[in-house]
């Protein structure tokens, strides 16, 4: 049975006694119970993110001034250093005019202030 559920059953035997202190605190202890449940989500969320941000920093390899993504097999890349260690953001990198060279587009533009 879910909380939602259990409080339709406690309310239901708040009506019967007809208290009406009884059913306040009820509705007091339902909305703290909610706040709770809604605080655990944020903090389920943001530790499932830490996870896939330590697993993504246990996986860049460095190489020509950029990040690549290490899958066992492959180095995919390249990803913005700048971006990562400031943000912890995986932005991929844009080839540049030159060949062999890149560049990230995000960076770009923030010093351009766009
Ligand atoms: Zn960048």
Same mark, same amino acid.
């Given at each position: 049975?879910?909380?939602? *559920?259990?409080? +339709? ?8 006694? #007809?208290?009406? *202190?009884?059913?306040? +605190?009820?509705?007091?202890?339902? #909305? ?5 449940? %809604? %605080?655990?989500?944020?903090?389920? $969320? %943001? ?16 190489? $020509?001034? /950029?990040?690549?993504? $290490? $899958?066992? +097999? ?5 990803? @913005?250093?700048? @971006?990562?260690?400031? *943000?912890? +953001? ?6 540049? /005019? ?5 560049? @990230?587009?995000? @960076? ?7």
């Amino acid at each position: 049975m879910g909380i939602i *559920d259990s409080f +339709k059953d406690v309310f239901k035997v708040a009506d019967t006694v #007809n208290n009406l *202190d009884l059913y306040k +605190k009820l509705s007091e202890l339902q #909305n703290a119970v909610f706040a709770l449940e %809604e %605080e655990n989500r944020e903090l389920r $969320d %943001e530790l499932r993110h830490r996870d896939e941000q330590k697993d993504v920093a246990g996986r860049l390899r460095t190489r $020509d001034n /950029a990040y690549y993504l $290490d $899958d066992g +097999k492959i180095l995919d890349g390249p990803y @913005c250093m700048t @971006c990562w260690d400031a *943000d912890r +953001k995986l932005i991929r990198e844009r080839s540049g /005019a030159t060949p062999g060279t890149h560049f @990230c587009a995000f @960076c770009r533009d923030k010093r351009k202030g766009r």
